[in-house]
């Protein structure tokens, strides 16, 4: 089971270049969703404002 946005956010290391690399790799075994850039963009932001709390 993969731990919660929240404690991702606060991991070191976690800044935006990092998300936006994460964003674009698969993850097996984990379902692989396809988004549109726009929305990895969005994703990626809510995961920076989680880290900001």
């Known amino acids: ?3 919660p946005f929240e404690t991702l956010a606060q991991r070191p ?3 935006r270049s990092f998300y936006i690399r994460f964003m674009s790799e698969d993850h097996f075994p984990m379902t692989t969703f396809r988004l549109f850039e ?3 963009q969005d994703v ?3 995961l920076l ?3 900001r709390q």
């Open 38 to 40: 726009n929305e990895k």
């Open 49 to 51: 404002t989680l880290a």
């Open 44 to 46: 990626v932001e809510y």
């Open 13 to 15: 290391g976690r800044d």
């Open 1 to 3: 089971m993969a731990p």
